[in-house]
């Protein structure tokens, strides 16, 4: 919508200080359930501190992390990872005494080892699959590889090895323990009722609208603050689960539309718009449909198709009611043939992704090797420079690089200030100040306790805002721990927390300049060429399969799958880091990141149904078409994939075609459909046809929409955006392609 998009232009005309404080109060509100995660956060690390302390363990800042980290999952995806971060702690931990012994003697080759160790440690938490099991894996290896480096003992540096995967196996215990305790049974109830609650809010608020009175405080209040809290965390959570790869795409779909509708309601919740007596009835049905697609959601079914309302002269003046029903009608679209793919593609190629090991694209992503090898930069760099200087007291910076890189995925250069704010507060004001102020009248672990619990709280309280703010929670946990969780010792030596906060900062130093100064790019940027890119591939998709080769073809299809998907969440990510970026061209970026959103949810309810026309056109079991409507939906699709084309042409300054004859081809694919329907011993299969003769329709409009809606004519700024991403191409040698 144009008034979202110069609504949220219009904010980034204000000073930044007043924009930051009523953005901090936003994100520091309580939502449902943010007590109760904080809760489970604070009880599984500190349950961590007191078993590492009661028993004399070192490294004990390693396990209370991963109780923080592992419990920002889901409860019934952190149980079902417990076997696997175990597994893959202990990986870790034999990769390091197994390939220790083979390259300890020889300085270069030691050298050589820890650098590709830092590759692998970062390779997998870009490739892997597991989410945890990458954390795992990632943290032994940056912790573990420069205990290889003192000059003590072999026995003393297997002794410590084990000591970390010991803290880190106490960590998961812990965590899983916790999380049994308060495990929700219901699958997927994480996610259907944040999204259930998000639709009522919307479904009361349109209620308001058609009794045409005023809405109350309460209501206004959770539409404004829902809107402001967004759907990151809901993204994140459905990332890192282990539903199966349709079901994931379709409840993301789900949350974009419905973010959507927050967006919407959001930014007219303050106005007042005179209705007629048409008006508040369309609004009533639009309520009740929202209700239904609710009571669907949370029973468990997909919500029921409608036919979609026909718009009249007569409402021109509630200009949000047509988009709000288009958006609703999408909801109920996202689950047509929502049956997975394994069951009609051949065994062997046919597993959802999150079954494998490695994503599809690990070897042929370039993306995997270039956050590798920027993570492996990163960490040696770090690693010579101490090395160097001969300053071991700041090997954290190692370990800094490793945990900053979690959050580095997707994220913009505007965010490292929140991860040096947090290291700062967590280091230097409380871990510091507690070891001048406070600790020095405690006597028994009861006061640390109480102490560590306070600190737990105010990280993981932070923790769990969005992905805008998440980070700062995470490095004041960090500093923090290491500082008073490293050894079994109350440290009383300032110089010792000194080095280890100097270490923080070292890492998040470097991370910034290899990150974000030789490669990094503004959000604005890399949101636009991501969008790009996800109507790159769709129309890759809209062509396919173009190999007659079943297994070849859903080879090729899963991939295309995962590459969309990837796209979509990251153009999310980069539109939260948007909202850190200052500067003069900050009301055109807003503006841009407002265009960008609103086509994210039709571009998910195009990618949607290309999921199941992709089954006519590759003849799957139970989608067979007859070789003359097969024919026409080829020539659809090419259609369709030259206007997706033309889209990404526009957005990129290029001159391209308007006119593609996607209409015309699909006149010609409805008249083969009628024609061949309308034979008598064809009548049995009517029913089917009209299913995919309505889901070409409706892939046909959403196409037309979007198309109409990419018109540079109306874009904000696009020169300036091109001349700033073509300085960052010159500067970097990392050109675009606008």
């Known amino acids: 919508m144009a008034t979202g998009a110069q609504s949220i232009a219009g904010s980034g005309s204000t000073a930044p200080l007043p924009w ?26 500190t349950l961590v501190m007191i ?133 929700r049974w219901k699958p997927g109830e994480e996610i259907t009722s944040p999204i259930a609650e998000r639709l009522a809010a919307v479904e009361k608020w349109l209620v308001c609208r058609a009794e045409d009175c005023p809405v109350d405080s309460d209501t206004a209040g959770d539409i404004v603050h829902l809107g402001m809290v967004g759907t990151s965390r809901l993204r994140r959570l459905l990332r890192r689960s282990s539903y199966s790869s349709l079901y994931t795409e379709q409840m993301g779909a789900l949350i974009s539309l419905t973010g959507r509708l927050i967006d919407i309601a959001a930014n007219l919740t303050p106005t007042v718009i005179p209705l007629s007596e048409e008006d508040r009835k369309r609004i009533r049905q639009l309520a009740e449909d929202i209700g239904s697609v609710r009571a669907d959601l949370l029973a468990g079914k997909a919500p029921h198709l409608r036919e979609f309302p026909r718009e009249t002269n007569t409402l021109h003046a509630v200009f949000f009611l047509p988009e709000m029903e288009r958006t609703v009608f999408s ?27 490695f994503v599809r694209d690990a070897l042929s992503n370039r993306e995997h090797i270039k956050f590798a090898l920027k993570g492996c930069l990163t960490a040696t760099l770090c690693y010579m420079i101490y090395q160097g200087v001969n300053w071991p007291g700041i090997s954290t910076s190692v370990t800094t690089c490793l945990l900053t890189a979690l959050s580095t995925i997707g994220s913009s250069r505007q965010k490292q200030l929140l991860r040096f704010a947090g290291a700062v507060v967590g280091g230097f004001v409380i871990g510091m100040g507690s070891q001048i102020f406070l600790l020095p009248h405690f006597d028994s672990i009861g006061g640390f306790t ?46 010792i927390a000194r080095d280890r906060v100097v270490g923080v900062l070292f890492g998040l130093l470097m991370m910034w300049l290899v990150f974000d100064q ?86 998910r309810a195009i990618f949607l149904a290309q999921i199941t026309l992709w089954r006519y056109c590759a003849q799957s079991s139970g989608f067979e078409l007859p070789e003359p409507i097969r024919a026409a939906l080829r020539e659809f699709g090419d259609r369709a994939a030259g206007m997706l084309d033309s889209m990404a042409d526009r957005l990129e300054g290029k001159v391209s075609a308007q006119d593609v004859g996607l209409e015309e081809s699909f006149e010609r694919l409805e008249q083969r459909v009628h024609a061949y329907a ?31 809606q990419i018109q540079v004519k109306d874009m904000p700024s696009l020169p300036a955006v091109f001349d700033l991403e073509r300085r960052l191409s010159s500067n970097h040698g990392d050109g675009g392609k606008g």
């Open 20 to 45: 930051f404080w009523q953005f901090l109060k936003q994100e520091l509100a309580p939502y449902p359930g943010r007590t109760a995660v904080v809760g489970r956060m604070v009880l599984a690390a």
């Open 51 to 183: 078993v590492c302390m009661t028993f004399r363990l070192s490294d004990a800042f390693q396990g209370a992390i991963f109780a923080l980290l592992i419990t920002r999952e889901t409860p019934r995806a952190t149980l079902e990872s417990s076997g696997t971060l175990l597994l893959f702690s202990s990986l870790g931990a034999a990769y390091l005494l197994i390939s220790a012994w083979f390259f300890i003697s020889a300085p270069t080759l030691h050298l050589l080892w820890i650098i590709g160790s830092f590759f692998l440690a970062f390779y997998g938490l870009s490739a892997l699959t597991n989410y945890l099991a990458a954390v795992a894996f990632a943290i032994l290896i940056a912790v573990g590889v420069p205990l290889w480096d003192r000059y003590v003992s072999a026995e003393t540096n297997v002794e410590d090895t084990l000591r970390l995967l010991l803290a880190a196996s106490i960590g998961i215990a812990a965590t899983a323990a916790v999380e049994l305790v308060f495990k």
């Open 331 to 357: 909801m109920a679209g996202t689950f047509t043939g929502s049956q997975s793919l394994r069951v009609y593609a051949p065994p062997a190629s046919s597993a959802d992704p999150p079954t494998k090991l």
């Open 450 to 495: 109480v102490l560590f619990i306070l600190v737990t709280a105010l990280a993981s309280w932070f923790m769990t805002s969005s992905p805008r703010l998440s980070y700062f929670g995470l490095q004041v946990a960090l500093a923090y721990y290491l500082i008073h969780l490293q050894e079994f010792a109350i440290q009383s030596s300032l110089s």
């Open 518 to 603: 030789l490669w990094g790019a503004p959000a604005v940027v890399e949101m636009r060429k991501t969008f790009i890119d996800s109507l790159r591939f769709m129309a890759q998709l809209a062509r396919e399969p173009i190999s007659a080769d079943l297994r070849v073809a859903t080879d090729r299809y899963f991939s295309l799958r995962d590459a969309i998907t990837k796209t979509f969440d990251s153009v999310r990510a980069f539109a939260d880091g948007v909202l850190l970026e200052f500067g003069d061209s900050r009301p055109q970026n807003l503006a841009w990141r407002s265009r960008i959103i609103q086509w994210g949810p039709q571009s």
């Open 678 to 708: 309308s034979e008598p011993w064809h009548e049995t299969r009517e029913p089917r046809l009209e299913t995919f003769l309505f889901l070409s329709k409706r892939f046909q409009d959403l196409l037309i929409s979007l198309n109409q």
